[in-house]
Each structure stands twice: as C-alpha cells, then as structure tokens.
C-alpha cells in the first residue's frame, strides 16, 4: 500500500523522530562511503511547474545514491493542468517510474497527483507547503540542539508556504513558534487555526520583529518575494522595512541562536551577507540537509508499504 509525504503532518511525532535518526545515520554513512542501494534500478520522476536549485540537486543525487534513477521534467516538458490534465499526468507517469516527485504552484494539483498515482508522491514545493524544507530545518535544529522540543524558532518575514509547514510541524512536535510579519502577510488561517487548536506548542503572530527576536533559540527568514510575486515586489521592499535579519537584530536573541535561511537569499533585503556568512549560520548545514532529510522520507515511505530496509 503506497504511502505519500505532502505535508509534514502526514507524519506523526514518532515517526518524525524516527526520521531524523535515519536521515543522521544516512548523512554519517554517505560521509564515510558507505553505500545503501535500497533502491536500485528504481526510477524518479521529478516534475518541475517550478525551477529550483537545492530541490532538483538534492532528489537527483540522494536517488543516485540510492542506485536509482532520476528524470528531470521541466516547466516546458509537461504544463500541468493546462496541456494535459494532472490526473492523467499522474497515471501515466506511475506506469514508468517508481517514485513522483513534484514542485508546483497549486497545491490542489498535488493532492490530484497523489489521489490517481499509484507510486509514492513526495511534495517537494507548493504555494501552499514546503514539508521537506521543514523537515531538513528542524533535521539541522535537531544536530545542533539536541532536540527541537522547547526551542523558541522565531521567522521574521512572509507568513508564507515554509511558514505554513512550520505551523504544520508545531501541530506534530511540541516547540515555540514566533511568526513576526507586517499587517497582510499572515499565514493561512486554517493552517494557523489548526496548530493552535493542537494544543502541543505555543505559538504567536506579533508585528514587532524586536519584540519577536528576544531570546530566541533561532532566527529564520525567507525571502520577501518568492517566485509568482514578481510584480509585488516594489510594495513588498516597503512594506517588510524594519524585518530584516541583521547584526543587531541578532544581538536581541539568545548569544548562541542560530540563524536559518532556506534560500536563494537576497543580500540586503531578508538578511545581511553578514549575519548569513558569521559564525552563528547554518545555512548551509541546513541546504545540506535537504538531501538526507529527504532521502529518509523515502526509506520511511518505503518502509511503511512493506519494504524491508534495517538502518
């Protein structure tokens, strides 16, 4: 029976943990060269509505390291929903390949996909979601912290699609989240409305980004103008003034938070290249994690319909 990972909350606590503890155990294994063909001969699909640089490399690789395969399909080889129907999209490609993966705009073209395919779909991206950039974020929180109960993670910024999978996660694991973001660019309401009605975190939406930065044990952002918000971007620049992640925005949380980016980063907008190349950054470590975060989704999807796979 195949199973797919669309939203974080498609995971429960346990399973998130056990997560992590895979994707560790993958990320030491692959540092030191060692090999796990669980699935050879297998075949991704990678459907892109959206380009992406960390998506696209760190599926591609993670199947390679797998023994697999992976097939890029780009904006121009399939215009789903308008050149051929999402649905049929889906069944035809679950007749080739043993995994989806997809990146779109509509996060109801992901549910279509899921509901007719008959292989695991992996949501790498919608305007809604982004559930494996969250579970690479709270992977990287996880190393550095010990655990990601009780940490106050504060984003400064769009109450956007990562946005939402942070609210999807505090419905899941208990934290402290702290959206700090100008009037009109809250999260989506129901999403909001359901971590809370959860019970398990705290969770806050304030406007003042000094207020909001105090003893945190993490400071994220994202960028103010994603991809399909081309022509806002003028009102956007003026309206998100005073929300960037700086030295002395910094100085206001704990002396040892870490700051988290899920990039492209934009110089001089959401953050300084200070404050993203200094000693308190894991950017990088956070990109990393992508792939092996990603990768033990994989094994748990697996895992889960039978497959026998012993970490």
Request: proline fraction near 4%.
């Amino acid at each position: 029976m195949k199973r797919d990972f669309l939203a974080v909350t498609d995971f429960s606590k346990e399973e998130i943990y056990e997560t992590f503890r895979i994707a560790k155990q993958l990320k030491a294994d692959v540092k030191a060269g060692k090999e796990h063909h669980y699935f050879a001969n297998q075949t991704m699909s990678m459907v892109f509505a959206k380009p992406s640089l960390r998506t696209r490399v760190s599926f591609e690789t993670g199947m390679v390291q797998f023994g697999g395969h992976a097939i890029y399909l780009g904006p121009n080889d399939i215009s789903i929903g308008s050149r051929e129907s999402v649905k049929d999209i889906s069944r035809v490609i679950s007749r080739y390949s043993n995994w989806i993966m997809a990146r779109l705009f509509k996060h109801e073209h992901m549910i279509e996909m899921a509901q007719y395919a008959s292989v695991p779909v992996i949501n790498g991206l919608t305007d809604y979601n982004h559930p494996c950039q969250i579970m690479a974020d709270m992977l990287t929180i996880h190393e550095h912290r010990g655990t990601v109960e009780g940490q106050k993670v504060v984003f400064i910024g769009d109450g956007n699609n990562v946005c939402n999978s942070f609210l999807n996660f505090a419905a899941v694991v208990p934290y402290h989240f702290v959206l700090a973001a100008p009037e009109g660019y809250d999260p989506d309401p129901t999403t909001l409305a359901r971590a809370k009605a959860a019970g398990i975190s705290t969770i806050e939406v304030i406007r003042d980004p000094v207020e909001a930065a105090r003893n945190a044990d993490v400071l994220y952002t994202d960028v103010w103008t994603s991809m399909g918000q081309e022509d806002e971007r003028r009102k956007r620049l003026n309206d998100f003034q005073g929300f960037q992640i700086n030295s002395e925005l910094l100085s206001l949380a704990k002396s040892d938070a870490l700051v988290m980016h899920c990039l492209p980063a934009h110089y001089g907008e959401e953050i300084t290249e200070e404050v993203i190349d200094g000693p308190q950054s894991v950017v990088f470590d956070e990109a990393e994690n992508r792939m092996h975060a990603q990768k033990a989704v994989m094994v748990m999807l697996a895992k889960s319909a039978g497959a026998q796979i012993e970490m």
